[in-house]
């Protein structure tokens, strides 16, 4: 065992604080990242609030990890010590199940989470706001040279999380795409569509982020406050990405889209949403739910922010910042991810 350094949620109600916790040591499989950044995800603060369950604290969140392999395991192949590294939502997963062998690792009945799961061990998992992890070596994701490891942080949850939609629902040239919401996810899913080919609209609460919307290759944003986007738009699109972390009228924007197109959620509020039967029917319309996404998913679109030269806009703040940081995220006041410097943690 180790002991590191890390900021942990103390209880659902009080701010993170400095602490530290243990990380297990370097077996045959494992490697230790010694981290550089770890991106701050809307999700970190829905989990440590409790706002989608108990939890057990203290808590330790962050799974948009960057940084350089400190020590690998005796049966290590795959990282040597120096490589540039990411570990994203996951830590590890059964790997002979249909879902892992697939590669995809989030259906595995036993994949564990970066953070707030159960261990192999029976320890809970702590995330990446800290300055060292121990994951498998097959968890642990190659940063491709070209990406900054800063920016490179957030595309390991809101850069697989947006992918995997995308190519699911095989976004290309010419395709009509829409993004609901541009934060963290948002920003990068707007990126990601226009490096696939496809004629993105923004949809958000304001006309506040226009320019950047635009800049990020947006060929339209409207403001979803204003009711002539609805009419405007009515059934433009082929797939409507929604990334919102609250709750939204989702019948409006299953108008939105053309005969046979998706909606898919990626936001996930705690509000259900209400939806009714013809807002589907109509069109042959589908409502559908995408999971962050697996490992191969991800490397795959590592691999692709590095040849089209895309990375997260970021804002880096020291670990001391943190609270202050999640308020902001909350207030929707980013631009568009917030990434600890895990020196400074
Ligand atoms: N499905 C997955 O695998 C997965 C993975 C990561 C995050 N998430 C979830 O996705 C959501 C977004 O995460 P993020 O890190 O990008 O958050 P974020 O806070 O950076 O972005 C959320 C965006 O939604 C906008 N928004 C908030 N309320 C809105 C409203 N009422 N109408 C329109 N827009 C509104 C905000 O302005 C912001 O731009 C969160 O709920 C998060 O938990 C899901
Ligand atoms: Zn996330």
Known sequence: MRTVKAWAAPSATEPLTATTIERRDVGPNDVLIEIAYAGICHSDIHTARGEWGDVPYPLVVGHEIAGVVAEVGSEVTKHAVGDRVGVGCLVNSCGVCDACRAGNEQY?????????????????????????????????LKIPEGIELDVAAPLLCAGITTWTPLRRWGVREGSKVAVVGLG????????????????????????????????????????????????????????????????????????????????????????????????LIGGSKALAGSNIGGIPGTQEMLDFCAEKGIGAKIEVIPADKVNEAWDRVVASDVRYRFVIDAATI
Do not use: W
């Open 108 to 140: 595995c009945p036993d994949a564990i989470g970066t953070y707030n799961a159960t261990d192999r061990d029976g320890t809970i998992t702590q995330g990446g706001y800290s300055t060292h992890v121990v994951v498998d070596a097959d968890f642990a």
């Open 184 to 279: 963290g996810l948002g920003h990068m899913g707007v990126q990601l569509a226009v490096a696939l080919g496809a004629e993105v609209t923004v949809l958000s609460q304001s006309l506040k982020k226009q320019e950047d919307g635009l800049a990020l290759g947006a060929t339209d944003y409207r403001a979803t406050s204003d009711d002539e986007t609805f009419t405007d738009l009515r059934g433009k699109f082929d797939l409507i990405l929604n990334t919102v972390s609250a709750d939204l009228p989702i019948k409006k924007y299953l108008s939105l889209l053309a005969p046979e197109g998706t909606l898919v959620n990626v936001g996930a509020p705690a509000e259900p949403f209400e939806v009714p039967a013809f807002a």
